[in-house]
C-alpha cells in the first residue's frame, strides 16, 4: 500500500519561513520524482517544485530563490523549506510521487492528503 504523509505546515507570518516533510512508503522510492504542488481556494492545483530521481530540480518561477527541495534517499523523505513565505503562498499543499512510464505505458502518481500552509500578512 503506497502512502505519502505530509507535515510541517501551518501558520506564520509574512517572511517567515516553514519545513514541510513528505514520507513515502510502499513504492521504491529512488525511481520516483518527487513533487510538491499547492491549491489555494478557488484555484487549480499547480507544480511548486520537484526533484527528479537524479535530483534535477525544478521550481515555479514564483517560488524560485525562496523554496528549495530537497530528498533523503535513505529514509524515503523528500521535503520543501519554504522561506521568505508570502500570503499568496496560503495553500494545500501536495507531495507527489512520479513514475515515468516507457513509450506506450502510463505514467504512475501517487499523491498525499496534503498539509495547510497560511501566511498571514
Known sequence: QVQLVESGGGLVQSGGSL???CAASGIIFTLYDMGWYRQAPGKQRE???????????????SVKGRF???????????FLQMNKL???DTAVYYCN??????????????????????VSS
Open 97 to 118: 510521487a512520479h513514475l515515468q512510464a516507457p513509450l506506450g505505458k502510463t505514467p504512475v502518481d501517487y499523491w498525499g492528503l496534503g498539509t495547510q500552509v497560511t
Open 47 to 61: 507544480l511548486v517544485a520537484v526533484i527528479t530521481s537524479g535530483k534535477k530540480t525544478n521550481y515555479a518561477d
Open 86 to 88: 508570502k500570503p499568496e
Open 68 to 78: 528549495t527541495i530537497s530528498r533523503d534517499n535513505g529514509e524515503n523523505m523528500v
Open 19 to 21: 519545513r514541510l516533510s
